[in-house]
């Protein structure tokens, strides 16, 4: 076998094993039994193990080795680039410590359910604390350059540290806050839903499928089912799965979730598929991964000319709704609000959240912030920058997934995907011409090949700053985002 | 590390690759979009071909060697011997034929679905040609000492050959064709559903939860779902899945479903927790797997007893049915009447049908039957031996999904559960005493414990006619199962 074949071959085998770990975590949160965590905890430890095996056999890594060496194609060098960085990581870390970890996730995820559904922070601290010291270990073996928090920003999206981000967040801060609180002092008045009023789970879902199929999601090569915390998981060719959740008393907070997750689902459908099992066949990053999932649950979901394309699908589900117009819609749609929970956050306030987690985790792992502190940290967070008090920690530190999977350094790549959204839909609107119109016709295909062609088809051969500057003419940059909300908001609000 | 401790880390290993197709087979039939077979296959397949090598790997050979010459415990004996008959057999099948014949399953499974639903066995013809196909290779690779499709028997229930099932299928034919013709005689009239009624889905999935849970089966370890076909899938510890199908106009259809599918998995649940992952903690045979539900879905669920305590369940979730009391339910539950769907015969015609599914198998692989014949071959015998003619193949050979699946030789295991659960039930009963006072009082945990002890506990530590022998202290046979049908349907139709 020559190099190439060996090398690919060995490649395909490492992604079918992550494949296999993606479908068993889309199994675990939504039909896995409760007593079958143990099992699951251990086969995912397992895998992963097989996998680092695999990943680490020095005979791999001198094919690496070999083949920098060579003159080839973009697509295989951008292949042979991420493996030599994923195999110098990987040698890092110690098989044992590789299965420890995942493990101890499965058993902190469910956990992290139980204290969730009860509200109880201390049924999860101990999982939580679990999980910081294994990531401090794993920022240890790992090599730390700058501060630790880096190590774990740059996994999830290559580059960026907190000398990046502090800037970032101050500048978005400074004009955001200014905006927010014009936008508390404004008259207009958002209707409400009435409070008697229900909106049942089946009509939910079958509204929500009806946007999903509008979007392009081909529910041919997926599905939509229920969990905790909504997520897409692209797991194979042909075959996406995202999630959503239901509350009867609140059907725009299903619809976001999913127009947010089949964005996401969106671009896992966009790969491109010969290079799958390949890290070039992939996703780009988080942050454009969030690109996606952003663009269509705000840019195109909030707007009235969605609502106009919507309002008849939405009536047929719920012919008891109040008389809404587009318009009415839009503004229940753009509410912004300071609040608790960060996945139903407006736009405006969302990156604050951001911050918040952002805040914690770099006390956490570079000012050895004690998680026992977490919860009254957090709240008094939410304090000073929202203005509101609390009320328990399901509301708060309790929320999000992420920390009970390990994923510290997360968070921010949400606000990049806020970023690159608004900068990707002032390109598109440049070459596609007026967005509204495109939106309000119903016909959503030119926004979705747009993202095809610039975005999807592209997966990992460039790095996300490269493949932003690609499609947009202009390296990443938080202008765009904040003259979107200022110019959106200013028109809603009558600022 | 020792020989014994290498040697049940390598069996465990191929056992979570085993225990990673089994939950994939499981998603495919229930929740894998269509798109997504293409890649299902591929991923079968490399998984079988990663078993495949890790089982065929030479020093595996010589370390089960080594160990045959060691004093070990039974259980550990047992799972060396197994391993013994695992290892040569795979080392006869080249990796790429098993990834061919995975891949060719996958294939096959989806065409199946297709001409079964669109009734077109064209469509499903090529791919059962290449399971025929494959599996003649698969017995030359094997090797065959008597006749070829005695390899194939041998396969789903060791030991057994044609000269095995000719006379037993006789014997029972003999019996059973002269028991058929009084029932037909008989001027006992069963109650039929009325027409017009309709029996709601979810009502359905109600009552039938209920009895599953009644019988013990564990939804905190475990899940029932949908799929074309019930089958039951013990994934792994904690997480047994069952599934069963819906007929709005039947209810009955749905809850012996439900009561086989969880007498599986009341066997999977109870198997013995500490030898997960080797042979001897999986179930002994397909044979024994059936005496499980076959045991519950009959011997107890079709019963006037059964009915008894089922009855206020039924009336909860369908309030507008007749006014049955529980002998006419009983009755119902038992008609006997030669028909197409063997999932849905009587006692006394569900061997028969076994009978016509083994003789063509017979006549495929010891008399060269061709795969364009089979459905001519199948409705002369339905016409010869139940006096009905097939309306169509969905209703005729297209209507199991074993052979879909390449699997020749399983058919006859099912009939062999039939002869053990009634040997089993005539042992159970000297032990507790009446069976139905048991049934009738809703307790029925001192069935199931029995069932624990004498069978699920043992996992495979024995042979399956060891382990019939060990629980009744008699070696398996066929009188016990004849005298209960005669007995039972004598009373029922007043012969």
């Known amino acids: 076998m020559g190099d190439k074949v060996e090398f690919t071959s060995r490649v395909n085998d490492l992604y079918k094993f992550s494949a296999i770990q993606g479908h068993l975590g889309w199994d675990q949160e939504t039909m896995m039994p409760a007593k079958g965590a143990k099992a ?7 895998l992963a193990a097989q996998r680092h095996s695999k990943l680490t056999d020095s005979e791999f890594g001198e094919l690496i080795t070999r083949l920098e060496g060579q003159e080839s194609d973009d697509y295989f060098t951008a292949n042979v680039r991420e493996m030599r960085r994923k195999y110098d990581e990987a040698v890092k870390l110690p098989v044992e410590f590789v299965s420890e970890f995942t493990k101890a996730r499965s058993q902190a995820l469910i956990a992290w359910q139980e204290a969730r559904k009860d509200n109880d922070f201390a049924k999860f601290s101990p999982h939580l604390q679990k999980m910081v010291d294994l990531t401090r270990k794993r920022i240890e073996y790992l090599g730390c350059e700058y501060t630790p928090y880096d190590v774990l920003l740059d996994e999830y999206e290559i580059g960026m540290t907190v000398n990046d981000y502090d800037p970032l967040f101050a500048g978005l801060k400074e004009r955001l806050v200014p905006l927010l609180n014009k936008i508390m002092a404004s008259d207009v008045v958002i209707p409400k839903l009435p409070a008697e009023m229900s909106f049942p789970v089946d009509a939910q879902e079958q509204f929500c499928q009806k946007v999903s199929h509008a979007m392009g999601f081909d529910f041919g090569a997926g599905r939509m089912d229920r969990s905790t915390h909504p997520f897409c998981a692209g797991i194979w ?8 959740r239901f509350d009867e008393k609140d059907p725009f907070s299903c619809l976001y979730a999913v127009m947010h997750e089949s964005g996401h689902g969106l671009y896992e459908q966009g790969l491109p598929a010969d290079y799958n099992y390949s890290p ?13 999932s952003r663009f269509w649950e705000n840019q195109i979901g909030r707007t009235a000319s969605f609502w106009k394309v919507a ?31 960060r996945v139903e956050a407006d736009e405006i306030t969302y990156n604050l959240h951001i911050m918040v987690r952002y805040e914690i985790e770099k006390m956490i792992f570079n000012d050895g912030l004690k998680v026992e502190d977490i919860p009254s940290t957090w709240n008094t967070m939410m304090e000073e920058w929202f203005g509101i008090i609390v009320p328990d920690d399901s509301m708060g530190c309790l929320q999000d997934i992420h920390w009970s999977m390990g994923a510290f350094g997360y968070f921010p790549t949400y606000t990049l995907g806020n970023l690159y959204a608004a900068q990707l839909l002032q390109t598109m609107a440049s070459q596609l011409g007026d967005i509204d119109q495109i939106i309000s016709s119903g016909d959503w295909s030119p926004m979705l090949d747009w993202m ?31 003259r979107y909300v200022e110019e959106k908001y200013s028109k809603l609000y009558k600022l």
């Not at 309002?311 to 609040?339: G, H, R, Y």
Request: hydrophobic share 40%.
């Open 452 to 482: 095809r062609t610039n975005v999807h088809d592209k997966g990992s051969v460039m790095s996300p700053a490269e493949l932003i500057e690609a499609a947009t003419g202009s390296a990443p940059s938080p202008e765009p985002f904040l």
């Open 311 to 341: 309002m008849p699908w939405f009536k047929e589900q719920f012919p008891d709704c109040p008389d809404w117009d587009s318009e009415t819609l839009d503004l229940i749609a753009n509410e912004v609000k300071p609040d608790f929970i």
């Open 40 to 46: 699951r905890g251990d086969i995912l430890a397992w």
């Open 280 to 292: 070039v066949g992939m996703a780009v990053s988080l942050g454009v991964h969030e690109s996606q």
């Open 237 to 244: 060719p042909g075959d996406t799965r995202f999630t959503t």
